[in-house]
């Protein structure tokens, strides 16, 4: 009920491509989806986040789709950088609450 | 602002030794928690504090770890006797109060902790 769960564990993408991390989750009552990006030696940082209650949410080159039925969400990296390249971490909490659930987490890497 | 600030950055002790962790979170952000994240793995959840009181400990992998808050700012991770397992990167975040959706977390560089 608790789990987040991310795919893929880790993912190599060409400079200008598009990278694809998805992630689900089983508790409906989370209300809040953040994805946090984690470069080497630092820590995570917020990225982008979305409520449920919209399907879709774009900044740049980065976007979130979500599927509240299928209870899935995703982060869409338009031509990817290799300055992309870093760990990002789906999550999921509910308003009220305390604790944040993380996926696993991906390492993406961009190839110049 | 000054951000989320951990100390040490990095602390290399040997097995049975006790550690202090210390975490000194925004200014103004009564939400503090610690997270441990293992050598490529995900982020472990570990204690929340809303003030001084942790409501939920259960994350605490044993009773060799405790966490205190003062005064509602600086935090303290303990690790007795430590153990190789133990050797992880320990991260802190606060955040404002929940009292809305959507308060996102922000983290400290955390302490990389090795256990020889």
């Known amino acids: 009920q608790q789990q987040v769960k991310q795919s893929p564990q880790s993912l190599i993408v060409q400079k200008g491509g598009i990278s694809i991390i998805n992630c689900a989750y089983e508790?409906?009552?989370?209300?809040?989806f953040p994805w946090y990006q984690q470069f080497p030696g630092k820590g995570p940082a917020l990225l982008i986040a979305?409520?449920?209650?919209?399907s879709e949410k774009k900044e740049g080159r980065f976007t979130i789709s979500f599927n509240k039925s299928a209870k899935q969400f995703s982060l869409h990296i338009m031509d990817s950088q290799p300055g992309d390249s870093a760990t990002y971490f789906c999550a999921a909490s509910k308003s009220g609450g305390f604790k944040t659930i993380f996926g696993a987490g991906t390492r993406l890497f961009v190839k110049a | 602002g000054a951000g989320v600030s951990q100390s040490p950055s990095n602390k290399v002790t040997e097995k049975g030794k006790d550690v202090e962790l210390r975490c000194d979170p925004i200014?103004?952000?009564?939400?503090l928690y610690w997270y441990r994240q293992s050598l490529g793995q995900g982020l472990e959840f570990l204690i929340y504090f809303q003030g001084n009181s942790a409501p939920d400990k259960s994350g605490l992998p044993s009773d060799r770890f405790s966490a205190e808050r003062t005064g509602g700012s600086v935090s303290t991770l303990t690790i007795q006797r430590t153990q190789q397992e133990d050797s992880a990167v320990y991260l802190c975040a606060s955040s404002p109060p929940w009292d809305r959706v959507g308060t996102p977390l922000h983290f400290g560089n955390g302490t990389r902790l090795t256990v020889t």
């Open positions: 508790n409906t009552a989370f209300d809040y």
């Open positions: 979305i409520r449920p209650d919209v």
């Open positions: 200014s103004g952000h009564t939400a």
